[in-house]
């Protein structure tokens, strides 16, 4: 039987600071380590974040660099100001955190957007915080459905996301913990008919918004065909933890307990995609 070859071309290099030498490009979990952002509210609860850059170069120009993360991170918030954790490196090497306030609202006045149809939020940074992001992910790497079939998405994948359950860092640079788990639900595909789908990971306070992704480096059978070539991509965010909720009723007293079945909802990517390239500055028309 003849095995046709197929090689996935890569998608265009990651978006990362002009300071940062090529040959020191991180791998891909580094990478979206540097892209991930803790959100801190003014009464200390937490959230996460990621930056996408709407073109190839890191730059600090109007409405190139947005901060993506879960609607209710922002709607939950008391206040029109949150503490974003950034990183910065010094000239040996050495990473320590940057906290910066960002003003996401002016009184009722939303400065951030968020998606008509699932929980997911984009602010465009302004010009002060840009200089503070050493990477960002650009929005071919926010996988639509296509790319999903594509690359065999299916239940049962594995997955890997970044976050900051109860606010907990992985370090005191303020850089997020990495954990992992399966696809957990099906049909995850058409995204607009799903909208979500479920992974198979403990979800705590402050992992909302936190990107989901892969990447795939080894070969892979597909039909006749053998895929050969690193996958990658995010495919979504976290947006909420699953539990079951009982009423336990006694003479005296009723209780609601909620019991965690150890499972996240994430939305689709696609969404996000979507969200992102509609903050685009819109070409004038001609009078």
Known sequence: MRVFMLIVALLPMLAMAAEQPKSEEPDFHTFMMLVTVKLIGPD????????????????AKPGNLVLVTAAHVFESVKG?????????????????????????K??????????????????????????????AIQTEYLLDDKKLEEFDVHPGKDLICLGFPYGIESSPAGFPILRSGKIASYPIFPSKETKSFLFDFNVFPGNSGGP???????????????????????IGLVTSELSLSTLVQAPREQRQIQTPLQLGAVVHASFIKELVESLKPQPQKEK
């Open 44 to 59: 200390g609860t937490s959230g996460t974040g990621f930056i996408v850059s709407q073109d190839a170069a890191l730059a």
């Open 80 to 104: 029109d100001e949150m503490t974003v954790v950034f990183r910065k490196r010094d000239e040996n090497g050495k990473w320590a955190r940057s906290e910066r306030k960002l003003t996401f």
């Open 106 to 135: 002016e009184g009722e006045k939303k400065l951030w957007s968020k998606h008509a149809d699932v929980d997911a939020a984009a602010i465009v940074l302004p010009e002060g915080l840009c200089s503070c992001v050493v990477a």
């Open 212 to 234: 989901v992704y892969f990447e795939d480096a080894n070969p892979r059978g597909k039909g006749n065909s053998l895929i050969i070539g690193v996958r990658r991509g995010i």
